[in-house]
Nanobody
């Protein structure tokens, strides 16, 4: 079993930055591919970024490429999402997820564990 707890969300003006953190506990952290998803009101949950268990592989949805960076620290059992140049359309609840695979995965159905989410609000 894996437990995920997100933090770092908040209110920021457009153009600002936030760094989300996801603390992982339970089974071996290094065995999981990790991802960030988001869900805005009235919309489906969408993939934002993913990272392989080694950290060598990453993948981003087109709308965040060049602005967001996913990273992980296996020694600290933590995965991060650095978000720069934030836009109002980035407003959503952001979720951390873990997949029982070594690679990068983008489909929500491929993830096995989910956090409770953290709210990110970007004002214009």
């Amino acid at each position: 079993q894996v437990q995920l707890v997100e933090s770092g969300g908040g209110l920021v003006q457009a153009g600002g930055s936030l760094r989300l953190s996801c603390a992982i506990s339970g089974r071996t952290f290094g065995s999981y591919g990790m991802g960030w998803f988001r869900q805005a009101p009235g919309k489906e949950r969408e993939f934002v970024a993913g990272i392989s268990w080694s950290g060598d592989g990453t993948y981003y949805t087109d709308s965040v490429k060049g602005r967001f960076t996913i990273s992980r620290d296996n020694a600290e059992n933590t995965v991060y999402l650095q978000m720069n140049s934030l836009k109002p359309e980035d407003t959503a609840v952001y979720y951390c997820a873990a997949a029982r695979t070594s690679g990068v995965v983008a489909g929500p159905g491929q993830y096995d564990y989910w956090g409770q989410g953290t709210q990110v609000t970007v004002s214009s």
